[in-house]
């Protein structure tokens, strides 16, 4: 009895197993063209071909989510989802670069195209819904309990979190267990009609942003909706309806039990999909960034690193303006459709405290160089820790750092051999931002700007005119201050050189009309010169993604 009683609380029968309690089906709405205004040439090509792939074999299958999201709103999709009734393994066997991957959401990503230019096409299987007190339940997480979650398909942690959800249902429920009502939106671009359970055309229309079921529960099953919110109301310009914003923060927490490697992912998803202020500001407004966590004190929020960071800015405004100036780099570049890489807005936001503890290395004896590589690996460790990629993010991060004092040396063999480095573009745009910010000497960066964009012989005269300003340095400051000014140079200590050699050299720029003459010689970048990306004989070394 008194077991019956406590399963009667929970939820169960007198099973073992606990049964999902039945739902209503939402009511289906099928919605045409004239009404959703879905512009059809807003639709990948490629996308349009999976969906009619399956089709033909006989299944359902529609353009799901943020896609369909995106172009009610008048936007082209990054990305294209789409939802089908086929199961994984059927969906592979349709097409001949298939592949299915995860293991909390088994996917199937059918691959278009090879090398830099291909693209996925995301395809999923419609689920169903399941209360998480109809899951088995495990104690532990992702990689505690891997031998537990073998075999299974509906399982949750002890918090109520997802950890794997491959249970196939009907599409009303597939609609049911997404996350917003804006996502849940399928359309098939071979009818062009929208189907809708929840209302999300209507959301979309008022831009709002609305959780589907009770978003108490459904942050449960996954924290990480939390951020999401705070990604689409930054990015969509959208309000968070009050019953989904009421439990943001109280649920905040929950995000602890998420493993490193997708919080991380989720945070640069936040910076780097063009509105990385406006994230910071949808932060702040739902109580998700820390306050004074610099060094521990204080609320802490979501992203440690990020509180970090923004704390150290808010008391020194020089920090903050070059924090401002690689949040604004990146949105930039996102809204002109050029890449963008993790490795160097976070090689932005951790410049200043790796300069610090620079700075403190040398103070104490240290050689400049074993400290600043002692500095970039503390500072490493401590802000992003052990997460998956973190070889190659790093080993990127390190060589934008370490190519920072060599940007001083422009002698010898030095600059030759700095533009043909593969990161040299993500270098010199970390160069850039700092002269930006009055960090370094303007002259300095647009120096290396026309020597990796110039020819053989502008190069030769750059080299030229840098060995006489050099020498001019070198007889204006005396002997002591040159010998600083060598060893500083040779040591490649930032600071020293940018505030003796560089500057003096700066100051006896010659003939500035030298170096608009060389710059207007230059093709346009549609006549086979120059670009952002690419251009000139270090073409291959002017990619910042390297």
């Not at 969509?236 to 490193?260: Q, S």
């Not at 202020?277 to 004190?297: D, F, M, N």
């Not at 990629?389 to 750092?401: C, F, S």
């Not at 720029?509 to 970048?525: E, F, H, S, T």
Request: glycine share 8%; proline share 5%; with cysteine.
């Amino acid at each position: 009895m008194i077991k019956r009683f406590i399963n009667k609380l929970l939820g169960k029968g007198d099973g073992d197993a606990a049964k999902p309690a039945r739902r209503k089906a939402a009511k289906r709405m099928d919605v045409p063209a004239s009404e959703h205004g879905i512009d059809p040439a807003l639709v990948d090509e490629r996308a349009l071909k999976v969906v009619s792939t399956l089709q033909e074999a006989g299944h359902e299958a529609f353009i799901v989510g943020g896609a369909v999201r995106d172009m009610m709103l008048g936007l082209r999709p990054k990305d294209f989802d789409v939802a089908t009734d086929a199961t994984p393994e059927q969906v592979k066997g349709l097409f001949r670069r298939a592949f299915i991957i995860g293991r909390r959401f088994r996917i199937v990503h059918v691959v278009h195209g090879r090398g830099r230019d291909h693209e996925v096409i995301e395809v999923s299987t419609f689920r169903a819904y399941l209360d998480a007190a109809a899951a088995e339940q495990v104690a532990g997480n992702e990689k505690t309990s891997r031998a537990e979650l073998s075999g299974k398909s509906h399982v949750v942690d002890a918090t109520g979190r997802v950890l794997r959800d491959n249970v196939w249902g009907p599409q009303h429920e597939d609609a049911e267990r997404r996350d917003f009502t804006v996502n849940a939106l399928y359309y098939d671009p071979r009818t062009q009609v929208v189907v809708d359970y929840h209302g999300g055309i209507a959301d979309a229309k008022k831009r709002l942003l609305r959780m589907i079921g009770d978003p108490l529960a459904r942050y449960r099953e996954d924290p990480v909706r939390i951020v999401r919110a705070v990604r689409f109301a930054a990015k969509l310009g959208f309000e968070v309806e009050p019953k989904t914003r009421a439990p943001m923060k109280d649920c905040a927490a929950l995000l602890e039990a998420v493993p490193a490697s997708r919080l991380f992912d989720e945070l640069f998803k936040l910076l780097q999909t063009g509105h990385s202020r406006a994230s910071i500001e949808q932060l702040k407004k739902h109580g998700l960034l820390g306050t004074g966590t610099g060094i521990g004190k204080g609320e802490r929020g979501i992203f440690p690193l990020l509180d970090a960071v923004l704390a150290d800015a808010e008391k020194h405004p020089a920090r903050a303006a070059f924090i401002d100036a690689a949040l604004a780099d990146t949105d930039r570049r996102v809204a002109e459709s050029k890449s963008v890489a993790p490795s160097f807005l976070l090689a932005c936001l951790l410049w200043h405290e790796v300069l610090a503890h620079w700075q403190r290395l040398k103070a104490h004896g240290e050689p400049p160089f074993p400290a600043l590589q002692q500095a970039i690996d503390t500072v490493f460790d401590a802000r992003v820790g052990d997460i998956s990629g973190r070889g190659k993010l790093g080993a990127d991060m390190r060589e934008i750092w370490m190519m920072q004092p060599r940007f001083e040396r422009r002698s010898g063999a030095t600059p030759l051999a700095l533009v043909d480095q593969p990161r040299f573009r993500a270098g010199f745009d970390f160069l850039r931002l700092r002269a930006d910010c009055g960090e370094t000497p303007v002259e300095l960066a647009e120096w290396w700007e026309d020597f990796s964009l110039g020819s053989d012989e502008e190069r030769r005269a750059l080299l030229e005119e840098a060995r006489e300003r050099e020498q001019q340095a070198r007889r204006a400051s005396g002997p002591s201050a040159v010998a600083s000014g060598r060893t500083a140079a040779a040591h490649g200590n930032v600071a020293s050189a940018s505030g003796s050699a560089a500057t003096a050299a700066g100051e006896a720029v010659a003939d500035p009309a030298a170096r608009k003459r060389r710059r207007r010689r230059r093709k346009p970048a549609g006549e086979g010169g120059a670009s952002d990306d690419a251009a000139g004989p270090g073409t291959a070394a002017l990619d910042r993604t390297g």
